[in-house]
């Protein structure tokens, strides 16, 4: 008879000394981060490979996790982002057709620490009635004082560029769901399919797939890329991408977005929403415990429909310091946070949460198709009118 090898005692220690004990099911070491919770049932792989996670420890209010492992095509990213992963009871006999490894191998193979056995309700409800906060979660030691020292001392996330170990470091295309070369002169000539440079803030895969099937050619830049250098792709509109951090931490971001405005059609998405809104004249404000999951309801303001729609943001921007002359098109049902703003004369629009899901609902997806309309409709316009 095989013996099951004992798992390590981890402690989780937040910045308020609350104290919650489990065990590693991957892993081990020492991690500091922002504690969050995520409400998906799913999409496990999908929130772990998002690098809007980055800087966050997740707990997942679902208590099963690991029950259908990891493959390669929900992969968000090319890796593992956040920085410790905390479920109440992992599964570790996956059974998918699909699967291709184990959620603890997954995280083993990434070096990340994944937790199992935390009363992971106390949890969700602390952070849900105090916020989000700083915390430590480790293998290491039991020394709570000591812990406890070390995450008041870490600077959580305000303020943070986070963007900047997120993005990419050269320009790449996106061609049939994969990267692909985006060195001089292996970019083919414009045709009559839009051409969209994503600006990667940290960008999802799935956000380049739903360019993809929607027709157009995908290029994506570093954060750091001049407009100049932006422009010089001759794209025919502009995605501003998700992405991890304090969006206020990002003036170079915002500064480029500004030298863009009014040039061609631009789209926001999560981050690239704070960053637009900023861009035109807004602040941005961070939420108490943020919405992380795929069940949150958004209100469209001119139709009233309502979307259910996948979120992950602890930031906002604030609707008071919007220009008077900016639509604020959609609205967050449960706590009356901006959710989308547009610029019609300006042909720029963004929403806070995720069109392109991945995991959650696909209420939103006709975004794309409104952002592919736009620039097909400013290419022709352009055809017919050559300067």
Known sequence: MTLLRKQKTAL???????????????????V????????????????????SYKGQIVTMTYPLIGNYGINPEDMESAGICLEGFI??????FPSNWQSRQTLKSFLESQGKLGVEGLDCRALTRRLRVYG???GV????????????????AYPGLVGQDLVRTVTCREPYRWVEGSVANAEPGSVPEKDEHP?????????????????????????????????????????????????????AALP???????????KLPIFGICLGHQILGQAVGGRTEKLKFGHHGINQPVRQIRSGRVEITSQNHGFVVSPESL???????????NDGTSEGIAYPSLRAFSVQYHPEAAPGPQDASYLFNSFIEVMSSEKKRAQRNPS
């Open 12 to 30: 989780l220690v937040l910045e308020d000394g609350s104290v919650f004990r489990g065990e590693a099911f991957a892993g081990s070491g020492e």
């Open 195 to 247: 051409r969209v440079v994503v600006l990667d803030c940290g960008v999802k895969y799935n956000i380049l797939r739903c360019l993809e099937e929607g027709g157009c050619e995908v290029i994506v830049v570093p954060a750091g890329s001049s407009s100049a250098e932006i422009l010089s792709w001759a794209p025919d509109g502009v995605l501003l991408s998700n992405g991890p951090g304090d969006p």
């Open 323 to 333: 220009p008077s002359d900016l639509e604020k098109t959609h609205e967050n049902l």
């Open 32 to 51: 500091l981060g922002e504690v969050v919770f995520n409400t998906g049932m799913t999409g496990y792989q999908e929130i772990l490979t998002d690098p």
């Open 132 to 134: 989000a906060m700083r």
């Open 87 to 92: 479920v109440r009871e992992y599964s570790n």
């Open 252 to 262: 170079y971001l915002v500064a480029t977005v500004r030298e863009l405005l009014g």
């Open 137 to 152: 979660l480790t293998t290491e030691t039991s020394d709570v004082e000591a812990l406890l020292q070390k995450v008041r």
